[in-house]
Protein backbone atom coordinates (compact mmCIF):
# COMPACT_ATOMS: atom_id res chain seq x y z
CA UNK A 1 0.00 0.00 0.00
CA UNK A 2 1.23 3.42 -0.66
CA UNK A 3 2.06 6.47 1.43
CA UNK A 4 -1.73 7.80 0.06
CA UNK A 5 -3.71 4.81 0.56
CA UNK A 6 -2.15 4.18 3.67
CA UNK A 7 -2.81 8.04 5.26
CA UNK A 8 -6.24 7.83 3.99
CA UNK A 9 -7.17 4.88 5.60
CA UNK A 10 -6.08 6.23 8.73
CA UNK A 11 -7.88 9.18 8.58
CA UNK A 12 -10.79 7.12 8.16
CA UNK A 13 -10.20 4.76 10.59
CA UNK A 14 -9.81 7.75 12.96
CA UNK A 15 -13.28 9.30 11.83
CA UNK A 16 -14.95 6.14 12.22
CA UNK A 17 -13.86 5.58 15.55
CA UNK A 18 -15.29 8.93 16.75
CA UNK A 19 -18.48 8.73 15.14
CA UNK A 20 -20.64 10.57 12.66
CA UNK A 21 -18.26 11.64 10.04
CA UNK A 22 -19.98 9.44 8.01
CA UNK A 23 -23.78 9.06 9.42
CA UNK A 24 -25.02 11.25 6.38
CA UNK A 25 -23.70 10.19 3.50
CA UNK A 26 -25.32 9.08 0.88
CA UNK A 27 -26.24 5.81 -0.07
CA UNK A 28 -25.11 4.90 3.31
CA UNK A 29 -25.15 1.28 3.83
CA UNK A 30 -25.84 0.49 0.59
CA UNK A 31 -22.98 -1.36 -1.65
CA UNK A 32 -20.75 0.92 -3.99
CA UNK A 33 -21.32 0.33 -7.78
CA UNK A 34 -18.18 -0.98 -9.07
CA UNK A 35 -17.08 -0.23 -12.63
CA UNK A 36 -15.23 -3.27 -14.35
CA UNK A 37 -11.37 -1.99 -14.80
CA UNK A 38 -10.19 -5.10 -14.08
CA UNK A 39 -8.75 -5.05 -17.75
CA UNK A 40 -6.59 -1.73 -17.25
CA UNK A 41 -3.28 -2.04 -15.74
CA UNK A 42 -3.16 -1.18 -11.96
CA UNK A 43 -1.35 1.67 -12.20
CA UNK A 44 -3.82 2.86 -15.03
CA UNK A 45 -6.93 2.66 -13.51
CA UNK A 46 -7.12 5.52 -11.38
CA UNK A 47 -6.34 7.74 -14.43
CA UNK A 48 -9.30 5.92 -16.63
CA UNK A 49 -11.45 6.37 -13.94
CA UNK A 50 -10.70 10.52 -13.64
CA UNK A 51 -11.55 10.43 -17.30
CA UNK A 52 -14.63 8.41 -17.09
CA UNK A 53 -16.17 10.29 -14.18
CA UNK A 54 -15.57 13.25 -16.13
CA UNK A 55 -17.06 12.31 -19.89
CA UNK A 56 -14.03 11.81 -21.47
CA UNK A 57 -13.69 8.99 -24.08
CA UNK A 58 -10.82 8.02 -25.62
CA UNK A 59 -10.57 8.84 -29.53
CA UNK A 60 -11.05 5.38 -31.14
CA UNK A 61 -14.05 4.82 -28.50
CA UNK A 62 -15.33 8.37 -29.59
CA UNK A 63 -15.45 7.16 -33.08
CA UNK A 64 -16.71 3.27 -32.57
CA UNK A 65 -20.30 5.24 -30.96
CA UNK A 66 -20.61 7.04 -33.76
CA UNK A 67 -19.91 4.24 -36.10
CA UNK A 68 -22.65 2.80 -34.36
CA UNK A 69 -24.73 6.03 -34.88
CA UNK A 70 -24.18 6.60 -38.88
CA UNK A 71 -25.17 2.96 -39.29
CA UNK A 72 -28.32 3.79 -37.83
CA UNK A 73 -29.05 7.04 -39.19
CA UNK A 74 -28.37 4.97 -42.87
CA UNK A 75 -30.62 2.31 -42.05
CA UNK A 76 -33.66 4.67 -41.18
CA UNK A 77 -32.92 7.26 -43.96
CA UNK A 78 -35.32 7.90 -46.90
CA UNK A 79 -33.24 10.08 -49.13
CA UNK A 80 -30.79 8.76 -51.79
CA UNK A 81 -28.39 11.67 -51.54
CA UNK A 82 -28.24 12.17 -48.08
CA UNK A 83 -27.85 7.99 -47.17
CA UNK A 84 -24.49 8.30 -49.82
CA UNK A 85 -23.23 11.43 -47.39
CA UNK A 86 -23.79 9.23 -44.74
CA UNK A 87 -21.66 6.41 -45.59
CA UNK A 88 -19.10 8.49 -47.18
CA UNK A 89 -18.98 9.95 -43.49
CA UNK A 90 -18.66 6.24 -42.24
CA UNK A 91 -15.87 5.32 -44.75
CA UNK A 92 -14.22 7.82 -43.64
CA UNK A 93 -14.84 7.17 -39.58
CA UNK A 94 -13.52 3.77 -40.52
CA UNK A 95 -10.44 4.49 -42.27
CA UNK A 96 -9.68 6.90 -38.88
CA UNK A 97 -10.69 4.22 -36.19
CA UNK A 98 -8.54 1.63 -38.18
CA UNK A 99 -5.74 3.91 -38.56
CA UNK A 100 -5.84 5.07 -34.67
CA UNK A 101 -5.44 1.14 -33.96
CA UNK A 102 -2.51 0.78 -36.02
CA UNK A 103 -0.78 4.15 -34.79
CA UNK A 104 -1.59 3.29 -31.20
CA UNK A 105 -0.70 -0.26 -31.44
CA UNK A 106 -3.82 -1.75 -30.28
CA UNK A 107 -4.09 -4.44 -32.55
CA UNK A 108 -0.74 -6.26 -30.83
CA UNK A 109 -1.77 -5.96 -27.58
CA UNK A 110 -3.11 -9.51 -26.23
CA UNK A 111 -7.05 -7.93 -24.89
CA UNK A 112 -7.33 -6.75 -28.72
CA UNK A 113 -6.84 -10.12 -29.81
CA UNK A 114 -9.09 -11.42 -27.43
CA UNK A 115 -12.10 -8.74 -28.20
CA UNK A 116 -11.74 -9.07 -31.37
CA UNK A 117 -14.25 -10.59 -32.79
CA UNK A 118 -16.33 -8.76 -30.01
CA UNK A 119 -15.87 -5.29 -30.93
CA UNK A 120 -16.21 -6.55 -34.80
CA UNK A 121 -19.77 -7.43 -34.32
CA UNK A 122 -20.69 -4.56 -32.39
CA UNK A 123 -19.25 -2.02 -35.07
CA UNK A 124 -21.37 -4.08 -37.84
CA UNK A 125 -24.20 -3.58 -35.62
Known amino acids: MDVFAQLAEERIKKAIEE ?10 GKPL ?9 EDLRMGY ?3 KNSGFLPEELQINKELV ?3 DLIKSCDSES ?8 L ?3 ELR ?5 EK ?3 KNQPVYRQYRHKLDRLSQR
Not at 34 to 41: A, N, Y
Open 19 to 28: GGEFDQLKGR
Open 33 to 41: KQDDLSHVP
Open 49 to 51: RLL
Open 69 to 71: TLR
Open 82 to 89: EKKRLEKK
Open 91 to 93: TEK
Open 97 to 101: LRMLI
Open 104 to 106: RGI
